[in-house]
């Protein structure tokens, strides 16, 4: 009998596990419904794929005896179990990074020299929430239009004036480090499913901030937003992966 389809499913099953060893950090004899279930707090994937795994965990015993040091099988699982299995691998062994996703182009920002004024007329051009605020090249921090309005009705309400104020008041004067907390850093090497994580994770997060190596100071590469979903999902389509 061709067992084709088994060996093909025990490879797959084989680097999921490694991967799962690798994501819980566990001792080598750790059960692997156990794995999994420790493993959907520290990946989405494994969040997603949870029942098919813990499936393909019974079903990997069903086709393979132990014979000694040698694997013999005794099954065949059918087409369609082999696909998903080896889908589940590629998503979770090598998924798409988010730099592959989006081009790194032209990102909207403002300068840390230039008075307010240059941000909010920035706000206006871009129609984004977030700007970037460059200081001599690295990334200072960040300015969004919550921010912005909360500042001009602080001045306001002082019966202040507010034309003066954005004319006269640099952006990086008036960044503010607690800002921060509505934004996520990730590297280059971030995955697709490591922004969906993020957003998943901080439910007011503004945007999420892609640098080379993940920290502020360095030149962002990326700024993506919740409305960045649908084009990341056309990401994993064209890549042959489910979509969210």
Known sequence: ??????ARFLKSYNK????????YNERPTQNFTDLVRRCTDRNLTVRRYENELVDYGKLRNA???????????IANPSDEVVENIEFIERQLCDPPRITDAFKVKSLAKVFADKPLLTAAEEFAATKKKSLVVYDHGKTAGVLNTYYLLHLLAERAARGENVTEFLQN????????ERQLAH???????ATVF???AAFEEKKDLYAVIVTENGRLGEKALLVLTPSDFPAINRCLEACAAKSF
């Not at 009998?1 to 088994?6: C, K, R, S, T, V």
């Not at 999921?16 to 994501?23: A, F, N, R, T, V």
Request: hydrophobic fraction near 40%; proline fraction near 0%; glycine fraction near 10%.
């Open 16 to 23: 999921i596990e490694s991967q799962l060893k690798l994501l």
């Open 194 to 196: 490591d922004v969906f």
């Open 1 to 6: 009998m061709d067992y084709g389809n088994a």
């Open 63 to 73: 086709i393979v005896h132990r014979t000694g040091t040698e694997e013999l099988f």
């Open 183 to 189: 934004y996520e850093f990730l590297s280059g090497e």
């Open 169 to 176: 008041t640099l952006c990086g004067d008036v960044l503010d």
